[in-house]
């Protein structure tokens, strides 16, 4: 499962790399895209592509992807961006792991995680934030909090109460996760970086205003979920391939 926006130019070559990969069904969330990024998704053989009228955000493109999985005969599903960050070969992989655990995440941040590109160190920074803040409050031992190449078993997705529509949305459902008793582990993959300036939208891209808006992703589901104890002790983290 993949969430689009506007990336009329890589939507193509990812999902081609995708299919060779794997014969499985692919779901593209195209959201709200204005350039030609679902008609090239909607051209790739056994792509099924789910329109957003306008653009509803990179947290309810996942949502909306969960949902039509979880409605499925589907045990488990992979997401991955479509920005060529993410290396499809190590879909197999994923695939392999979820049938052992709830969650496979991805993290660019392991020490064998091959580096391509340099990281913005802005980013870097606020994930390395971000996740000692969730590690705080969850006790899971993550050591990359926003990598979006996952694997998730279905069953556990339907466990979960996902609300936030913004890039926020994985943190909502490290907490939720984490009361839910779920099995996480991560997985090394490449941290790779061909466009230094890509854009948040809106207002995200200032650092300052990014992290503040993550603070207030999580401060709320905590705030829901009723206090701000650890939930789960730390998880192992895989090796990577």
């Not at 990336?7 to 779901?27: A, C, K, Y």
């Not at 979820?98 to 606020?126: F, H, K, L, N, Q």
């Not at 979960?160 to 582990?185: D, F, H, K, N, T």
Request: proline fraction near 5%.
């Amino acid at each position: 499962m993949m969430p689009v926006y506007n990336e009329e130019v890589s939507v193509g070559t990812v999902l081609m790399h995708v299919r060779q990969i794997t014969h499985d069904p692919i779901l593209v969330v195209d959201d709200g895209s204005t350039d030609g990024s679902a008609q090239v998704a909607a051209g790739v053989e056994g792509v099924d592509v789910l329109h957003h009228e306008r653009n509803e955000g990179y947290g309810r493109s996942l949502i909306d992807a969960f949902a039509r999985a979880c409605a499925g005969d589907f045990s488990s599903v992979v997401t991955l961006d479509c920005d060529e960050q993410h290396d499809p070969s190590l879909i197999p992989l994923f695939s392999e792991m979820v049938m052992e655990w709830d969650i496979v995440s991805g993290t660019r941040y392991a020490p064998e995680s091959i580096a391509i590109g340099r990281a913005p160190d802005g980013r870097r920074r606020i994930n390395e934030t971000i996740t000692e803040v969730i590690n705080d409050l969850t006790g899971l031992g993550l050591s990359d909090a926003f990598c979006g190449f996952k694997a998730y078993r279905t069953e556990a997705l339907s466990k979960l109460q996902l609300s936030e529509p913004g890039y926020g949305m994985p943190l909502q459902l490290w907490i939720q996760a984490a009361r839910a008793g779920l099995r996480i582990v991560e997985l090394a993959v490449p941290r790779i970086y061909h466009d230094a300036d890509r854009s948040f939208g809106l207002d995200l891209d200032a650092p300052e205003r990014r992290l503040d808006y993550y603070r207030r992703v999580i401060d709320e589901e905590m705030r829901v979920a009723g206090g701000g104890q650890r939930q789960a002790e730390p998880r192992p983290r895989a090796a990577g391939p």
